[in-house]
């Protein structure tokens, strides 16, 4: 019933402000839920988050492409398929999105190639693999980390120009 009264909404008064509208009704409806059912409100605000932290394969992908250090390289190592594969093949968890793990494991090749290099470590994979994973576990941003250090810190640095 939600579904067909936000469509018939949306049909009838087209335009954004349909949408303000109708997310200051939900808005203020979520808050009844969390002072009245916390637990739901939680569960709720985790869907949310998921679908907000979400980062595509076109975004990653223009991530890892705008991706380069001082020694001249850039763009990616890997392809994501090739990302995919590793993953299979070093029996990751299906939890880890392979999207981010992609972004990671290339941000990983071009920032710290230089340092993998003097390791003997460039052509590790398995090294890059759980460089990468410790990046994604590391809980410093919290939920979204991928999103928030490469989309919403960059989207805020050029709010500044």
Request: overall charge negative.
């Amino acid at each position: 019933m939600f579904k067909e009264y936000m469509s018939q909404i949306y049909d009838r008064h087209k335009g954004e402000q349909a949408m303000y509208d109708t997310i200051d009704i939900i808005s203020n409806m979520m808050e009844k839920v969390k002072e009245t059912h916390p637990s739901v409100y939680d569960q709720a605000m985790q869907e949310l988050e998921r679908y907000l932290y979400n980062v595509s394969l076109a975004e990653a992908k223009e991530i890892v492409a705008g991706m380069y250090n001082e020694y001249g390289m850039s763009g990616e190592r890997w392809s994501y398929e090739q990302i995919v594969d590793v993953a299979k093949q070093y029996n990751l968890s299906d939890s880890i999105n392979k999207c981010d793990l992609y972004i990671v494991m290339n941000m990983w090749n071009i920032d710290y190639h230089h340092t993998m290099e003097q390791l003997g470590l460039e052509n590790n994979v398995g090294a890059y693999i759980m460089f990468s994973c410790d990046w994604l576990a590391d809980d410093d941003f919290g939920e979204g980390k991928v999103y928030k250090y490469f989309i919403k810190i960059h989207e805020e640095d050029g709010e500044d120009e």
